[in-house]
């Protein structure tokens, strides 16, 4: 991409192919022969990072498409059913997923580093213009994956979201009803956004193809923002730069894997596990956690139309900066201003996503605010104003003087970026925890689960216990729509053989047919049968309960959550807890008080409840001591009942999750040998170089 | 690309490469065993392909149906005494794919023909009751079946498969 090339092949098919297409020629001048800045430090592995995360997006994506439905009555069911019953489903799904955030929060390296070192100044603007049309379609693109669940907050996402185009004037209306392809989000938004999701990360690419061909022009800025300009400024592309991005790749990865085997619902929300509602609006509608700081802006104006605006004007003047900073230094490692405006701009958007996870009250809406004119104000007179009255401190005079200049302390660069990375990765990752706001139910104390951390396994006797509580208690009201009586049998399960799972099978009846006389009739489970529900519809678990329908308990532990606040939740990023959902549950089932303390009023058919939010639940105390007896010899208690169909509810929700640990633990033994290896090959590469 | 210590043990420099590479090779080779490896059945695919059981009593002689069993049709044949005596009669060495009517049917159950309706050609459905042979008929490209479900003519290369399948009493049959 850097004209033509005197690459000549030595193969004689090469060099017949190469006459009629010069491919080989474009590879190597482009990916070999390529002259790359010799100092480049780890925040330019960023590029080659992010073309791996999307290819990766588009190869998990292509292969969880052959095993989803985009149907509003489908689409809930079967994510469940590629993460339960596809082989590897639950990885391919999870690295999808987390992949995404991975993917955004790369991105956001990317840009922070372009903005610090002035990678979008002339003659990049173009480059960097391109970039921001990549970040808009990704932003469009992820929005419209984040759908496709078709869990609550998928539905209410693209609800809140469609709606933003509602301020246009005069033809908002229309714009939103054009979107949705009926009078609400229905159906029919979900078939076009999944046809949408599979086409934008084509065009992406194609949008990438552009951005590289353009860098590949300008060439490579550099941390010492001065151009290449003799030989001995670059090193060739291939090995150097290959081994180094590689290397960087490999770390990444580490990061990664992190969250597909042991955080896979970290940076998601537990109610995109309750399937789409449009009569129920969660109590606070969260975006995913890399829109959080223009979902601040959007909430921090009280006009609808200003504050779309501002959303999008947040981005918008991006693609101004060019022009806006039109300082003659580049790299702000000579600008002893900017710098420390830099860093101030990256706290404002890291606190502005932290208010965007807020609900939008009180002191919140102030700080909001504020930051939003920060924001605006560091592009629109910071930076233009710093190029009028900073004086910049001399740069080198090459890249090669750059070089020699800093060969000291450089083995501790790599080690304190890697740091860096992975404590930023926690703190930003830790944004996404969202206001579970107080609505009046107390925190669940953190109990001891056999299933927490990496090697954390499901206690095999209480799964049994917790089947059986299930059945002679719970299963009176609740259903478990996604277990069949085949799981019991799944190895990380309850430990049942093949017999015993047909066999309890058989003691339920299933409704079946039509057989050949027309008629439904009832026959006894098979291993291959689902729970049976308990009410016909959901009306009739309604209009029986008090008008209350009592959920279906195969992923209650991961729908429901409570807010773990700051600084808790980044110390989960590390300690690998996500046990929210099993300590909630557990904490509801013993949270019932027979009298409502002072000054709690409970209405007419509901009971109080410790840790309920709001205090009154429907569900009247489910469990009492004695109520059911346990073969092994297990207290009768409460408590133990509580603990026990609290653990068979979390592998009900997570069934994979012992393979999930276990193919975990191997992936990281290897990718941490494999960085080790790239590191040291690395840096024989680079020996010479230095 | 030569230094002082790469020139020195020129050996461990290699061995650090090939090192290097081999994991990249077991790494991408692991990591593309999940990806190919979703495409079989999943484990609802499987569960569901379970043995089913037919009842035959409402099967005259001479009349027979299709049922599905892993999304295949089975025929299920009552047959009459000449089409099992036409089938038992034909000289081994005149088909084209050579099996005796007993090794098609269960022994004692020499009515009940139970194969799968698949052509061995190129998977279309034969019909049944069609043919010169008081058997099948492939419409797609001609193939003929006898009574025993054997190829007799066409192109396909070999007889309908006859599917796993056990009498748990006289007139019920479990198949898988």
Same mark, same amino acid.
């Not at chain 1, 791996?52 to 052959?66: N, W």
């Not at chain 1, 990444?252 to 399937?275: E, H, K, R, T």
């Not at chain 2, 790494?27 to 035959?56: E, K, R």
């Given at each position: 991409?850097?004209?033509?090339?005197?690459?000549?092949?030595?193969?004689?098919?090469?060099?017949?192919?190469?006459?009629?297409?010069?491919?080989?020629?474009?590879?190597?001048?482009?990916?070999?022969?390529?002259?790359?800045?010799?100092?480049?430090?780890?925040?330019?592995?960023?590029?080659?990072?992010?073309?791996?995360?999307?290819?990766?997006?588009?190869?998990?994506?292509?292969?969880?498409?052959?095993?989803?439905?985009?149907?509003?009555?489908?689409?809930?069911?079967?994510?469940?059913?590629? /993460?339960?019953?596809?082989?590897?489903?639950?990885?391919? #799904?999870?690295?999808?997923?987390?992949?995404?955030?991975?993917?955004?929060?790369?991105?956001?390296?990317?840009?922070?580093?372009?903005?610090?070192?002035?990678?979008?100044?002339?003659? #990049?603007?173009?480059?960097?213009?391109?970039?921001?049309?990549?970040?808009?379609?990704?932003?469009?693109?992820?929005?419209?994956?984040?759908?496709?669940?078709?869990?609550?907050?998928?539905?209410?996402?693209?609800?809140?979201?469609?709606?933003?185009?509602?301020?246009?004037?005069?033809?908002?209306?229309?714009? $939103?009803?054009?979107?949705?392809?009926?009078?609400?989000?229905?159906?029919?938004?979900?078939?076009?956004? !999944?046809?949408?999701?599979?086409?934008?990360? !084509? &065009?992406?690419?194609? &949008?990438?193809?552009?951005?590289?061909?353009?860098?590949?022009?300008?060439?490579?800025?550099?941390?010492?923002?001065?151009?290449?300009?003799?030989?001995?400024?670059?090193?060739? *592309?291939?090995?150097?730069?290959?081994?180094?991005?590689?290397?960087?790749?490999?770390?990444?990865?580490?990061?990664?894997?992190?969250?597909?085997?042991?955080?896979?619902?970290?940076?998601?929300?537990?109610?995109?596990?309750?399937?789409?509602?449009?009569?129920?609006?969660?109590?606070?509608?969260?975006?995913?956690?890399?829109?959080?700081?223009?979902?601040?802006?959007?909430?921090?104006?009280?006009?609808?139309?200003?504050?779309?605006?501002?959303?999008?004007?947040?981005?918008?003047?991006?693609?101004?900066?060019?022009?806006?900073?039109?300082?003659?230094?580049?790299?702000?490692?000579?600008?002893?201003?900017?710098?420390?405006?830099?860093?101030?701009?990256?706290?404002?958007?890291?606190?502005?996503?932290?208010?965007?996870?807020?609900?939008?009250?009180?002191?919140?809406?102030?700080?909001?605010?504020?930051?939003?004119?920060?924001? *605006?104000?560091?592009?629109?007179?910071?930076?233009?104003?710093?190029?009028?009255?900073?004086?910049? #401190?001399? /740069?080198?005079?090459?890249?090669?003087?750059?070089?020699?200049?800093?060969?000291?302390?450089?083995?501790?660069?790599?080690?304190?970026?890697?740091?860096?990375?992975?404590?930023?990765?926690?703190?930003?990752?830790?944004? %996404?925890?969202?206001?579970?706001?107080?609505?009046?139910?107390?925190?669940?104390?953190?109990?001891?689960?056999?299933?927490?951390?990496?090697?954390?396994?499901?206690?095999?006797?209480?799964?049994?216990?917790?089947?059986?509580?299930?059945?002679? &208690?719970?299963?009176?009201?609740?259903?478990?729509?996604?277990?069949? !009586?085949?799981?019991?049998?799944?190895?990380?399960?309850?430990?049942?053989?093949?017999?015993?799972?047909?066999?309890?099978?058989?003691?339920?009846?299933?409704?079946?047919?039509?057989?050949?006389?027309?008629?439904?009739?009832?026959?006894?489970?098979?291993?291959?049968?689902?729970?049976?529900?308990?009410?016909?519809?959901?009306?009739?678990?309604?209009?029986?309960?008090?008008?209350?329908?009592?959920?279906?308990?195969?992923?209650?532990?991961?729908?429901?959550?409570?807010?773990?606040?700051?600084?808790? !939740?980044?110390?989960?990023?590390?300690?690998?807890?996500?046990?929210?959902?099993?300590?909630?549950?557990?904490?509801?089932?013993?949270?019932?008080?027979?009298?409502?303390?002072?000054? &709690?009023?409970?209405?007419?058919?509901?009971?109080?409840?410790?840790? *309920?939010?709001?205090?009154?639940?429907?569900?009247?105390?489910?469990?009492?001591?004695?109520?059911?007896?346990?073969?092994?010899?297990?207290?009768?208690?409460?408590?133990?009942?509580?603990?026990?169909?609290?653990?068979?509810?979390?592998?009900?929700?997570?069934? #994979?999750?012992?393979?999930?640990?276990?193919?975990?633990?191997?992936?990281?033994?290897?990718? $941490?040998?494999?960085?080790?290896?790239?590191?040291? %090959?690395?840096?024989?590469?680079?020996?010479?170089?230095? | 690309?030569?230094?002082?210590?790469?020139?020195?043990?020129?050996?461990?420099?290699?061995?650090?490469?090939?090192?290097?590479?081999?994991?990249?090779?077991?790494?991408?080779?692991?990591?593309?065993?999940?990806?190919?490896?979703?495409?079989?059945?999943?484990?609802?695919?499987?569960?569901?392909?379970?043995?089913?059981?037919?009842?035959?009593?409402?099967?005259?002689?001479?009349?027979?149906?299709?049922?599905?069993?892993?999304?295949?049709?089975?025929?299920?044949?009552?047959?009459?005494?000449?089409?099992?005596?036409?089938?038992?009669?034909?000289?081994?060495?005149?088909?084209?794919?050579?099996?005796?009517?007993?090794?098609?049917?269960?022994?004692?159950?020499?009515?009940?023909?139970?194969?799968?309706?698949?052509?061995?050609?190129?998977?279309?459905?034969?019909?049944?009751?069609?043919?010169?042979?008081?058997?099948?008929?492939?419409?797609?490209?001609?193939?003929?079946?006898?009574?025993?479900?054997?190829?007799?003519?066409?192109?396909?290369?070999?007889?309908?498969?006859?599917?796993?399948?056990?009498?748990?009493?006289?007139?019920?049959?479990?198949?898988?």
């Amino acid at each position: 991409m850097s004209g033509p090339s005197d690459f000549q092949p030595s193969n004689p098919a090469l060099k017949w192919i190469e006459r009629r297409l010069p491919i080989f020629g474009l590879i190597h001048s482009s990916f070999v022969a390529y002259p790359t800045p010799r100092n480049l430090n780890y925040w330019w592995t960023f590029g080659a990072i992010l073309s791996m995360m999307l290819a990766l997006q588009i190869l998990t994506g292509v292969i969880l498409a052959m095993h989803y439905t985009p149907h509003a009555d489908l689409a809930f069911k079967s994510v469940e059913l590629i /993460v339960r019953d596809v082989n590897y489903g639950w990885l391919l #799904r999870n690295m999808h997923a987390c992949g995404a955030s991975m993917f955004f929060f790369a991105v956001y390296i990317h840009m922070f580093r372009g903005l610090y070192y002035g990678s979008y100044k002339e003659p #990049r603007e173009v480059l960097w213009i391109l970039g921001v049309i990549i970040y808009l379609l990704m932003m469009a693109t992820g929005f419209m994956g984040y759908v496709l669940p078709w869990g609550q907050m998928s539905f209410w996402g693209a609800t809140v979201i469609t709606n933003l185009f509602s301020a246009v004037p005069y033809f908002g209306e229309s714009i $939103v009803t054009l979107l949705w392809g009926g009078y609400s989000v229905g159906n029919p938004t979900l078939n076009r956004f !999944f046809s949408l999701h599979y086409l934008l990360p !084509f &065009v992406i690419a194609g &949008v990438v193809v552009l951005h590289i061909w353009a860098l590949h022009v300008a060439g490579q800025n550099n941390p010492a923002g001065v151009e290449a300009k003799t030989e001995k400024d670059t090193v060739p *592309f291939t090995p150097h730069a290959t081994i180094k991005d590689a290397f960087g790749v490999s770390c990444f990865l580490i990061f990664f894997a992190w969250f597909i085997f042991y955080m896979p619902n970290y940076l998601g929300d537990a109610d995109n596990y309750i399937p789409a509602n449009p009569g129920v609006t969660p109590a606070h509608i969260v975006p995913e956690w890399y829109y959080l700081p223009f979902y601040a802006i959007l909430r921090s104006i009280p006009n609808k139309l200003a504050g779309v605006a501002c959303m999008f004007g947040a981005i918008i003047v991006l693609a101004f900066l060019p022009w806006l900073d039109n300082a003659r230094t580049r790299s702000s490692k000579y600008r002893p201003l900017a710098k420390q405006f830099f860093w101030i701009f990256v706290v404002v958007c890291i606190l502005l996503g932290y208010l965007g996870s807020q609900p939008p009250e009180g002191i919140y809406v102030i700080a909001g605010r504020i930051l939003t004119v920060c924001y *605006f104000a560091y592009f629109l007179i910071v930076l233009p104003l710093l190029a009028r009255i900073e004086t910049p #401190r001399p /740069v080198p005079n090459s890249i090669a003087d750059d070089v020699l200049a800093k060969s000291k302390g450089r083995a501790a660069t790599a080690a304190s970026v890697m740091l860096a990375l992975v404590v930023a990765g926690g703190l930003f990752a830790g944004s %996404t925890q969202n206001a579970k706001a107080e609505e009046g139910g107390d925190t669940p104390p953190a109990q001891s689960w056999s299933f927490s951390g990496p090697f954390g396994k499901y206690d095999r006797g209480s799964l049994q216990r917790g089947l059986k509580v299930y059945k002679e &208690v719970c299963s009176a009201c609740h259903g478990l729509n996604y277990i069949a !009586f085949r799981n019991l049998a799944d190895a990380g399960g309850p430990g049942y053989s093949e017999a015993q799972a047909a066999a309890l099978a058989a003691e339920y009846k299933i409704k079946d047919g039509p057989n050949d006389q027309g008629e439904m009739f009832e026959r006894p489970g098979r291993p291959a049968d689902y729970f049976p529900a308990p009410f016909p519809n959901e009306q009739a678990a309604r209009v029986a309960n008090g008008g209350a329908a009592p959920p279906d308990l195969s992923l209650i532990t991961k729908a429901r959550s409570y807010k773990r606040g700051f600084p808790q !939740f980044v110390i989960d990023f590390f300690t690998q807890y996500q046990e929210q959902g099993p300590d909630y549950v557990d904490a509801v089932l013993q949270g019932f008080e027979d009298k409502a303390p002072a000054g &709690v009023t409970i209405p007419e058919g509901s009971y109080y409840n410790k840790y *309920f939010p709001g205090h009154a639940i429907k569900m009247p105390k489910p469990l009492s001591d004695g109520q059911v007896t346990f073969d092994d010899g297990s207290p009768a208690t409460v408590k133990q009942y509580a603990h026990d169909v609290t653990t068979f509810l979390m592998w009900a929700a997570e069934p #994979r999750m012992e393979e999930r640990k276990r193919i975990g633990m191997q992936v990281f033994f290897f990718l $941490v040998i494999f960085a080790i290896l790239m590191y040291f %090959t690395k840096r024989k590469v680079w020996a010479d170089a230095h | 690309m030569t230094t002082a210590s790469s020139a020195d043990h020129p050996t461990r420099r290699d061995f650090l490469f090939v090192a290097t590479g081999a994991a990249a090779v077991v790494g991408a080779a692991a990591t593309v065993w999940p990806l190919v490896a979703q495409m079989n059945p999943d484990a609802a695919t499987i569960a569901a392909g379970a043995p089913i059981q037919v009842d035959l009593t409402p099967i005259a002689e001479g009349q027979d149906i299709k049922v599905f069993w892993r999304g295949k049709p089975i025929y299920i044949s009552h047959r009459t005494k000449k089409q099992i005596e036409e089938a038992q009669k034909v000289p081994l060495s005149s088909l084209p794919d050579p099996q005796p009517d007993s090794a098609r049917v269960k022994a004692g159950h020499d009515q009940w023909l139970v194969v799968i309706g698949i052509c061995t050609h190129l998977g279309c459905i034969p019909i049944a009751h069609e043919g010169n042979y008081d058997g099948f008929f492939c419409p797609c490209h001609g193939s003929q079946y006898d009574s025993s479900g054997r190829i007799r003519q066409g192109p396909a290369p070999a007889n309908l498969p006859v599917p796993p399948y056990a009498f748990l009493t006289d007139t019920k049959i479990q198949i898988g």
